[in-house]
């Protein structure tokens, strides 16, 4: 399938050329406000790709498009040079008609290329930073050693069984005392479902990856023990065995470097603009808008009564002195209902197992 570009992804940099066609028109002597070619630097026909109505396409521009499309897409989009210039073609074609109808110079088009052009600064002085003070590998091994010495060198290989009450764990604790294998008792009493299979094997891990009192109380396990006393969690009652212990191999440094390189670089520029900031002033205008309070209902007024003409009230009163006379009906005792029948409570749910 042919691959098309996406024109949203190329738009900033259709700002950006914008941007500077702007400032080089208002700039150039003699420039006349409806020409609809660029009077940027003379590019010459050996270095153009192409050609849009006597403004030449550089080489330089579909070099910078291509370097855009691959640092947006993470190198994962690689289109043919004829379609990159195809839209450069496109751009320009726009570009130039925008400039003949003046549109560079409404207010709209004026705020978004100020803004592109405020970007570009930021930009270009965070760049102008990092290439005047180079990450070197010294800084990196700071970096490095600093991760790395914040591991837990130390992984453990362990079983465990876990059960619901600590009755239950004292007495697998009484069998494993008797003799009984480990790994069978786990199969047949864990609550833990991998356990089940596995005979409660953990496989390799460090202390940090499990919940405290579980870490704890292996670390100060020997090889080859089981704890004597059942280590109690959120999940339940543990028997653990402590099969084996190894030191950590860390990554060697030059095989990590260039993945620390970005946090050194985003550390580096955050102190930058820290220190631009204590040394700047800055006053922060802006203020929450506090919502207003909502307004307290307001009681309606009683509804003023219907006043009755006389010749009504005269033909009502037969009827009033009807329902006077007319006896009490009996009023019977209610009966109440017999209560519901209370359902059981059921038992919580087990905490879910590791």
């Not at 726009?94 to 405020?118: F, S, Y």
């Not at 653990?240 to 212990?245: F, G, N, P, V």
Request: proline content about 8%; aromatic content about 4%.
């Amino acid at each position: 399938m042919k691959k098309k570009i996406v024109s949203l992804l190329l738009a900033s940099s259709a700002l950006i050329v914008a941007c500077n066609q702007q400032n080089q028109s208002a700039t150039a002597p003699g420039a006349s406000a409806t020409s609809p070619t660029s009077t940027a630097a003379a590019v010459s026909k050996e270095d153009a790709v192409a050609s849009v109505n006597g403004q030449f396409i550089s080489k330089a521009d579909l070099k910078a498009l291509e370097d855009d499309i691959a640092q947006r897409s993470h190198g994962q989009q690689n289109f043919p040079k004829a379609q990159l210039i195809d839209e450069l073609v496109q751009r320009e074609l726009l570009v130039q008609a925008a400039t003949t109808k003046q549109l560079q110079e409404t207010p709209d088009v004026k705020t978004q290329l100020e803004m592109a052009r405020r970007s570009l600064l930021a930009q270009a002085l965070i760049k102008d930073f990092l290439a005047t003070n180079p990450i070197t590998d010294a800084d990196l091994k700071v970096e490095y050693d600093k991760q790395v010495g914040g591991q837990d060198k130390a992984e453990f290989k362990a079983r465990h069984i876990l059960v619901k009450t600590e009755d239950e764990a004292k007495k697998i604790i009484a069998e494993l005392d008797q003799g009984k294998d480990f790994a069978d008792l786990a199969k047949k009493h864990t609550q833990d479902p991998s356990g089940k299979e596995s005979g409660g094997d953990l496989g390799w891990f460090s202390a940090k990856q499990m919940v405290a009192p579980f870490s704890e109380a292996l670390v100060l396990l020997e090889k080859g023990k089981y704890s004597k006393t059942p280590v109690k969690t959120q999940f339940g009652y543990h028997i653990i065995l402590r099969e084996d212990s190894r030191e950590q191999t860390p990554p060697p440094f030059d095989s990590v470097k260039e993945q620390i390189r970005p946090m050194v670089q985003r550390a580096k520029v955050e102190a930058m603009l820290k220190d631009l900031r204590e040394k700047g002033k800055v006053e922060v205008l802006y203020v929450e808008p506090v919502p207003a309070p909502a307004a307290a209902p307001v009681a309606a007024e009683p509804a003023a009564a219907t006043p009755v003409p006389a010749e009504a009230a005269k033909q009502a009163a037969p009827a009033e002195a009807a329902k006077e006379a007319a006896p009490t009906p009996v009023q019977t005792t209610p009966v109440p209902a017999e209560p519901a029948v209370q359902a059981t409570p059921v038992a919580p749910a087990e905490a879910q197992k590791k």
